[in-house]
Nanobody, 125 residues
Framework: QVQLVESGGGLVQAGGSLRLSCAASGRTFSNYAMGWFRQAPGKEREFVAAISWSGDRLIYADSADSVKDRITISGDNAKNTVYLQMNGLKPEDTDVYYC???????????????WGQGTQVTVSS
């Protein structure tokens, strides 16, 4: 059974940093992709970033505030773990962040088959 466990969320002041982690277990993930999404209450879950299991493909969501300039997705295959480093955090980054695993490298939610439980990120002004 595939399990994804996120960690690293929390409360941080504006301008601070957090590194989210997502540890995957339950199967072999070679040729899979891992993604990060975010979701606010009452809103659709939005794509943040994705990385291929080999690490040779990365993609970030386009954002008006150039959030992709403030975040970095990376992976550690030996640990079956993907990370999302977030710097220069802003109050509007406050959301629940979810990691996901899927067979296709994609920005689309439907491409991902397995999801973590989410980790809350709260940025205070």
């Amino acid at each position: 059974q595939v399990q994804l466990v996120e960690s690293g969320g929390g409360l941080v002041q504006a301008g601070g940093s957090l590194r989210l982690s997502c540890a995957a277990s339950g199967r072999t993930f070679s040729n899979y992709a891992m993604g990060w999404f975010r979701q606010a209450p009452g809103k659709e879950r939005e794509f943040v970033a994705a990385i291929s299991w080999s690490g040779d493909r990365l993609i970030y969501a386009d954002s008006a505030d150039s959030v992709k300039d403030r975040i970095t997705i990376s992976g550690d295959n030996a640990k079956n773990t993907v990370y999302l480093q977030m710097n220069g955090l802003k109050p509007e980054d406050t959301d629940v962040y979810y990691c996901a695993v899927g067979e296709r490298f994609s920005i689309l939610r439907r491409a991902y088959d397995y999801w973590g439980q989410g980790t809350q990120v709260t940025v205070s002004s």
